[in-house]
């Protein structure tokens, strides 16, 4: 029997020759993502997975690992299996993403009327 | 303070101290789970509800030493087994998780109605934290009530230890309402409405739950509620649960972590 500082491990009566099993496949559970909302309104951000046989449970779960501490408004689960994602092997579709900074709205002519005229009402307002 | 006379004061501390200890004693008793749960999201879930038990529990303590009690840790740290209040049911060994898990069941939702019915208490502290664990203890019957479903209806080793679990179980929770001297001065000062309503109440939420999950309730000419526990008599397995939860505290009580 093992002996442990722990006094439940003591008392558990563990043979000492007990050979570990390991879980067969179909003994996990499938996992599901975790998205957690911080208040209503603000967007579901994924945070990570837990492990469950169904939703309720991982629902369950995903609260006392995702929102225990700090604010929670909502939680959202959904089978990891239900997640399409693109391949790495594709990366390079983002490649030139980076350099597409005319598409950023501050570069966009019209800003220079916008700052003139938020100018012109910080005047106004004096 | 909100009470007329000593009688009262009297009243509101039974109650206090036969909350507190079943609130510290499960919690101390679920808290032997962490580590060995059946798995990591679980025993993260159940040792964390554990530490919310041991959270209440203080809280209270804090109210009887508001009442003339001495400070938390001395009444959580000193006393002997005859000097606790908790119901046998909190005192036995976790056993199998079967066992751990319906006791879970019928406890949190006892307490669940019991802080419900507090809520409105005439004595306003008391009423606050009742207010204040609402959610807190709202989850932890979510968390058995989804628990005890999956597997009533699960495998027929699962429904059959249920239901084992049950009938082994239910005498000892209906220990959780064994009636004090204080029941009328409780309900008269508007403190408590009292453990026969309680113990109604939380009838009418688990039942029909059990029932639903296709699990038998035992008969109830079978009924023999455990008492003793609320006035000191207890089983012989809450003295080795205190000394071992006393232990660092009784080698340097000014110990500080």
């Known amino acids: 029997m093992i002996k442990s500082l722990d006094p ?7 043979n000492v020759e007990d050979q570990i099993q390991p879980l067969q496949e179909m003994d996990q559970f499938q996992t599901y993502e975790v998205f957690h909302q911080k208040k209503r309104g603000q967007q579901h951000v994924h945070v990570g997975i837990v492990h469950a ?20 408004a909502n939680l959202w689960v959904v089978p990891s299996d239900q ?32 700052k003139a005229y938020k100018e012109r009402r910080k005047q106004e307002n004096k | ?41 679980e025993d993260i879930a159940f040792s964390s ?12 303590y804090e109210l009887l030493h508001q009442l003339g009690e001495s400070d938390p840790d001395n009444v959580a740290f000193t006393r002997n087994a005859d000097q606790f209040h908790c119901c046998h049911l909190v005192e036995w060994p976790i056993g199998e998780y079967d066992f751990s898990l319906i006791r879970h069941f019928l406890f ?30 709202k989850y932890h019957t979510m968390h058995a009530n989804t ?25 000892l929770a209906l220990g959780i309402f064994e009636e004090g001297k204080y029941e009328d001065t409780l309900k008269t000062a508007g403190i408590f409405e009292g453990e026969a309503v309680l113990k109604r109440r939380w009838m009418d939420s688990v039942i029909p739950l059990l029932e639903k999950y296709g699990l038998n309730v035992p008969d109830e000419s079978t009924w023999a509620p455990v008492y003793g526990g609320r ?26 972590w």
């Open chain 1, 53 to 72: 046989p169904n939703p309720d449970m991982a629902l369950i779960y995903a609260k006392e690992q995702y929102a225990r501490r700090g604010e929670t």
């Open chain 2, 147 to 171: 628990w005890v479903q999956q597997l009533a209806t699960g495998s027929d080793e699962s429904k059959s230890r249920m239901q084992n679990a049950l009938n082994e179980t239910w005498n």
């Open chain 2, 49 to 60: 509800m554990a530490q919310d038990k041991i959270g209440q529990s203080e809280h209270l």
């Open chain 1, 83 to 114: 997640v399409f994602a693109t391949d790495y092997l594709d990366q390079d579709i983002f490649t030139t993403t980076e350099e597409k900074h005319y598409r950023d709205p501050g570069t966009y002519k019209v800003m220079d009327r916008i």
């Open chain 1, 8 to 14: 439940r491990i003591t008392r558990a009566n563990i």
């Open chain 2, 108 to 137: 949190d939702f006892a307490e669940a109605v019991r802080f419900d019915m507090l809520a409105n208490s005439s004595y306003e502290d008391l009423a606050k934290i009742a207010r204040k664990y609402r959610g807190e203890i």
């Open chain 2, 1 to 41: 303070m909100d009470f007329f006379n000593e009688d009262h004061i009297a009243a509101a501390k039974d109650l206090l101290y036969k909350m507190a200890d079943d609130q510290l004693i499960i919690g101390h008793r679920n808290s032997e789970w962490t580590g060995l749960g059946p798995l990591l999201e």
């Open chain 2, 231 to 256: 006035q000191g008599f207890h089983t012989g397995h809450l003295q080795p649960l205190l000394s071992e939860m006393t232990e660092v505290y009784a080698i340097d009580p000014t110990a500080d």
